[in-house]
């Protein structure tokens, strides 16, 4: 016996498309603006009656007179921060909320040089309640523009993340800002000089209250094999064959909280500590004689990726004004078709039990 089921997938005729039109019309009379939005808001054009047109004539050119007033915009819809109805998945309370790589130019205090103009790469969230639907997000960016003219600093920060804070009614928030800092550098025999340019990002964290300044630093050196060397030195001792130790282009990045009650510490400052503790840093401006001068100066500071990240330690340590801190270095290896990396912390605020999955991806240099 055969038993015949209704096909479930078959195409509506035009009979059943005019009744559930009809239907839909009767339900928009009495729905509101909230229903029609959780539905679908592209129903709310359908307009019924008016002489056979269900549709409105839209105009196609650009209203260049139209003025916006207070009374406009009051009628201007806002699902952005609408109620908690229309949340969409669990409603869970977001930790971080916002916008990235929003740029303008800041003016930035140096040590020695006065004041610098530079491009500003610009992260700023805040946390947003389990019952709300979301945040305006031009509003940090407008924060951000009131106090744009200022020369930047942690202060500048401060009043940046307590306006949008106030204005966006959320407990915790954070801001970080990125940008490439020139510095001039002497050349090590030549006599010559050129501006190396270092990332450096400064973080403002408010968590229950509590805020932390930040400063990340890349600072990125030539790094020679202990081992490499010494075997380079044993085949020219011993059979009088020609070698090269390898050494490869390596970066360290650098992440230290600041003490706010033990003084200033300028970008020069944090910049010249890695220097003392591995001055095999990349060159700027290279004659012969500098040339040389750096493969000596290799030679003389031999470091395994362990010896970096204790050598930034030990300087890191003597400074009063840096609290806890972290040290990742990548060694980007000339001999393995890998890098030698590794990760020192001090204290808890660096502190972490997973990795990015691509941190050490981020920690290339590029020239």
């Known amino acids: 016996m055969n038993i015949h089921t209704p096909d479930l997938n078959a195409t509506p005729d035009r009979e059943e498309a005019e009744a559930a039109l009809e239907l839909l019309r009767a339900w928009l009379k009495r729905a509101t603006t909230t229903d029609i939005l959780e539905l679908d ?11 056979g047109v269900d549709y409105p004539a839209l105009s196609r050119s650009y209203p260049d007179g139209f003025a916006v007033d207070d009374g406009y915009k009051s009628t201007l819809p806002d ?11 669990a409603k869970k309370h977001l930790q971080h909320v916002g916008i990235s790589n929003f740029r303008l130019p800041l003016q930035v205090h140096t040590r020695d040089n006065g004041d610098l103009t530079l491009e500003t790469s610009v992260t700023g969230t805040v946390s947003l309640d389990a019952d709300k639907k979301g945040i305006n997000m031009s509003r940090i960016m407008r924060s951000f523009y009131k106090h744009a003219e200022a020369s930047f600093s942690f202060e500048v920060i401060e009043a940046a993340l307590d306006d949008y804070k106030s204005d966006l009614e959320s407990f915790d928030a954070r801001i970080q800002m990125r940008f490439s800092f020139p510095m001039r550098v002497e050349s090590l025999r030549s006599g010559l000089s050129g501006y190396q340019y270092y ?22 050196y030539s790094s020679t094999c202990p081992c490499s060397l010494e075997l380079s030195e044993h085949a020219r001792a011993t059979r009088g064959q020609l070698a090269t130790p390898h050494s490869q282009r390596s970066v360290a990045r650098i992440s230290v909280e600041l003490d706010p009650d033990a003084g200033c510490l300028w970008f020069e400052d944090l910049i010249e500590a890695c220097r003392r503790a591995v001055p095999t840093e990349t060159q700027v401006m290279v004659k012969r004689e500098d040339e040389q001068a750096f493969a000596e ?13 204790r050598l930034f330690c030990e300087q890191l340590q003597a400074d009063v004004r840096i609290g806890d801190f972290r040290v990742i270095a990548s060694h980007q290896e000339s001999l393995h078709s890998h890098d030698a990396v590794s990760i020192l912390v001090e204290g808890e605020t660096f502190d972490t039990t997973s990795l990015d999955p691509k941190l050490f991806n981020t920690l290339f240099h590029v020239g």
């Open 41 to 51: 808001p592209s129903v709310a054009r359908l307009v019924p009656g008016g002489d």
């Open 297 to 309: 100066l290799n030679a003389a500071n031999p470091i395994f990726v362990e010896d970096a990240a």
């Open 79 to 89: 699902l952005q921060n609408g109620p908690a109805s229309l949340i969409r998945g």
């Open 199 to 220: 990332d450096i990002a400064l973080e403002l964290v408010e968590q229950a209250g509590v805020r932390k300044k930040i400063m990340h630093l890349d600072y990125v």
